[in-house]
């Protein structure tokens, strides 16, 4: 199958990442790398300024700090802590060929370490990456080419070996295109649309179980991970999930789209509608249905103003709906976007080469979260799936051998809770830690549902990242608690009760089997499963975007496709978000009043208060500043300084100190804080006694901060000032850009005739 891959594709698991180069004054280079630059220069002695390393400087430390990253990651694991383990390189040069050399890595270790830790760590170091990809021998090819975007954009193209040779590619099963036209198609949706998208890892760490981590090179915070059985089915996996992200805006989802984006003719679609609520911030009549209503709003909380979305914030424009088709008899449905955005994730959209393989993907997707809901609430105990099933499945039987090789046992169970669900599961134990992780994948298919169960397993995992999972329990309120099913639903990393691995389980084993036949087989397979929806009394409701080329579905199930509770809608909405926005943002320019009422605003609220801001308002900061740490404890604490609330801030900064994990410099600059105010405070102490020693202790810029945060000539010391216009937040512009290109295409291919297909039931298979 050589030949039609992209090129990445045909290389090893390991990580791969585009970094630019720019040449800047004298030997001056900036390497520009997701969201992070490196400087390197040449010593003097060279011609350079010697004002940063050198580019193989940068190699040497970075074999360094991989061999310490792995020791760290042992220790951890372990509980043993690294306060006292040094550890040194040192590259020793051939003098008759300086590129013979040897890198001696050294470690110190405390003496009460035993003999079978020190053992353990020097492993670890054998494990890492750099040193294992120099050992190996990388390959490296040189070449010109005329435009560096285009052609890294080519990688992903790959050559269709149904068009060129005549072949017929390769089929898996319920795709209905093979992999290299489906990995060709949306490559080229993406390029069209402007997204270059890079592969940022690979993994393989078993057999027959790829995973992927693609991104937008411009903004890598889109991004997807597939999963498959080869490197083809996975990258067709990536590809699809991040057209079907795109296509329902869920890149955005909690996200600010900008002042030019909020006020434009339509901010999420062109055919969505906006509706003003009615009296006393009464639902709008044309929102939902009955059917729903009595669901999302059972005792008659929810408000209007409830159902403003994040996105804009234009509470003066009214609740922006989208249509979806009620699948029962065909009526278009208006849904509010922040209830879509609010309750159901990522959960019942899907991409495919057709709308009947997106719909059984899908649906496949729905009953899977569902059920693993069920099971993991009920405490239930699943059958073993016998030997002698499995047996049929070499490829899956391989992967899990190496597994239980590696030292994690696996089981293997049927997950469709009697036949009743097209749903398998595979569960890990980790005998290191105690933890455990359940995974689960649903298809029609017997053999498609658990092999995308051990797929999940290891997507975008390590063996090290197997230690990461709680142990069970048999706590039931910890195992029922709603979060804990959030947790499942990100990253299952949940919590599990020992009752789901008891011997006797609760329902029968069945050799089940949901699947079509034929080329029409995702026709029969999408009908069988909208059938299991309709036996359970369940309404469904479904809109196709193929704006993108591909298309893309979305199903709402309301009442079993939640991820978070309904209440969440009155009680934890993301447009709180509004409340606060417009205020932090434009933070050093309101007056003392307005601070005093944003400060009684955050205390009224009672949101957590270390709750990150990003999380609040929907901005994304770069991470790495004080706007990107800020919580909102850190936020009122700040403020306290600001309106020179000493006996306040003093309170608080010492909860900050207490609780909070942040850079070493700003933990300085708040222990200094700490000081100072303690002086304040005391009537029997003067400030100016303490200054030269606090000037010892703390560094005089960090006192210059801290002195003027106290008398109020410093406002806000380390948050840089921005507005709604989001001057200087570069990560959030890269975000916003990445939405402009797809609203752009929006709005130029369907202007005001809309870009959502609501697809009637006479259009369902069956």
């Not at 830690?433 to 995308?452: D, I, K, M, Q, Y």
């Not at 921005?722 to 609203?743: P, V």
Request: proline share 5%; aromatic share 10%.
């Amino acid at each position: 199958m050589a030949g039609f891959l992209p090129r990445f594709a045909q290389r090893s698991g390991a990580p791969s990442m585009e970094i630019k180069v720019n040449y800047l004054d004298n030997l001056r280079l900036e390497a520009k790398f997701d969201d992070f630059s490196v400087i390197s220069d040449q010593p003097i002695r060279y011609k350079g300024d010697g004002s940063a390393p050198g580019p193989f400087d940068y190699f040497l430390a970075s074999s360094a700090m991989c061999a310490a990253y792995f020791v760290k990651v042992y220790c951890n694991a372990r509980d043993i802590p690294t306060e006292n383990i040094r550890l040194s390189q040192n590259n020793i040069v051939d003098p008759e060929n300086r590129y013979n050399q040897i890198f001696k890595i050294q470690v110190e270790l405390p003496e009460d370490i035993s003999d079978k830790d020190r053992q353990g760590i020097l492993r670890s170091i054998d494990r890492c990456t750099v040193k294992k990809v120099v050992q190996t021998g990388p390959e490296f090819q040189v070449e010109a080419v005329e435009n560096i975007d285009e052609d890294a954009q080519a990688l992903l193209m790959g050559k269709v070996l149904g068009e060129e040779n005549g072949e017929n590619g390769t089929w898996i099963e319920g795709k209905d295109l093979p992999l290299e036209q489906t990995i060709a198609n949306l490559s080229g949706q993406l390029a069209a649309l402007g997204m270059k998208i890079e592969i940022a890892s690979w993994r393989n760490i078993v057999p027959h179980v790829w995973s992927l981590h693609i991104r937008d090179a411009a903004s890598p915070m889109c991004f997807t991970n597939g999963k498959g059985a080869t490197k083809e089915s996975a990258l067709c996996s990536a590809l699809g999930e991040f057209i079907e992200r795109l296509s329902c805006n869920f890149f955005y989802n909690d996200q600010f789209f900008g002042e030019q984006v909020a006020g434009s003719d339509f901010v999420h679609y062109p055919d969505e509608k906006w509706f003003q609520p009615g009296p006393n911030d009464a639902l709008p009549a044309e929102i939902l249905d009955d059917y729903c209503l009595e669901l999302y709003d059972p005792e008659g909380e929810l408000r209007g103003s409830n159902l403003v979305d994040t996105n804009s914030g234009r509470a003066d424009r009214g609740i922006v709906s989208l249509p979806f088709v009620r699948q029962s008899d065909g009526k278009t449905i208006y849904f509010p976007s922040n209830l879509i955005e609010n309750l159901y994730l990522s959960n019942g959209m899907s991409a495919g080469n057709t709308l009947h393989e997106a719909q059984v993907q899908c649906l496949s997707e729905i009953f899977e979260r569902a059920v693993k809901k069920q099971i993991i609430e009920e405490e239930l105990a699943l059958p073993d799936v016998p030997q002698e099933v499995l047996a049929r499945y070499p490829a899956i039987v391989e992967g899990i051998e190496a597994l239980e090789a590696q030292g994690f046992p696996v089981l293997v169970k049927d997950a469709s809770l009697g036949g009743q669900f097209p749903v398998m599961c595979v569960t890990l134990m980790n005998p290191r830690t105690g933890g455990v992780f359940a995974s689960f994948g649903a298809h029609p298919s017997f053999h498609v549902a658990l092999e995308r169960s051990l797929t999940e397993l290891l997507q975008g995992r390590s063996f090290e990242g197997l230690n990461d999972f709680p142990p069970p329990t048999f706590n039931s309120l910890a195992v029922t608690e709603p979060n804990n099913y959030v947790e499942h639903f990100i990253d299952s990393s949940g919590l599990i009760s020992w009752r789901f691995f008891s011997a006797r389980s609760d329902v029968e084993f069945v050799d089940w089997d949901f699947s079509g036949s034929g080329s029409s087989s995702n026709a029969q397979e999408a009908a069988t499963l909208f059938g299991i929806l309709e036996e359970l009394g369940l309404e469904s409701y479904m809109a196709v975007h193929e704006d993108l080329g591909a298309p893309v579905c979305r199903i709402l199930v309301p009442g079993f496709s939640e991820v978070y509770p309904m209440d969440d809608l009155v009680w934890d909405n993301t447009n709180k978000a509004l409340l606060f926005r417009e205020d932090i943002l434009h933070l050093h320019e309101l007056s003392d009043a307005q601070l005093a009422e944003l400060l009684e605003r955050l205390e009224e609220t009672q949101i957590d208060d270390h709750q990150d801001i990003v999380t609040l308002i929907g901005i994304e900061f770069d991470e790495n500043t004080e706007w990107g740490q800020l919580t909102i404890l850190e936020l009122k604490l700040l403020i306290n300084l600001a309106l020179g609330q000493h006996e306040e801030a003093l309170e608080r900064v010492d909860i900050f100190l207490q609780y909070n994990d942040n850079t070493v410099a700003r933990n300085l600059f708040y222990r200094a804080v700490s000081a100072v105010l303690e002086v304040l405070l005391d009537d029997e102490l003067e400030l100016d006694d303490y200054l030269y020693n606090f000037r010892r202790m703390f560094g005089e810029a960090t006192m210059e901060s801290v002195v003027g945060s106290v008398n109020g000539s410093v406002r806000f010391h380390g948050l840089t000032p921005t507005s709604m216009a989001l001057e200087g937040l570069e990560k959030h512009q890269r975000l916003i850009e990445s939405y402009q290109k797809l609203h752009a295409h929006r709005a130029q291919r369907y202007g005001a005739a809309g870009g959502t297909r609501v697809t009637r039931p006479e259009e369902l298979p069956g």
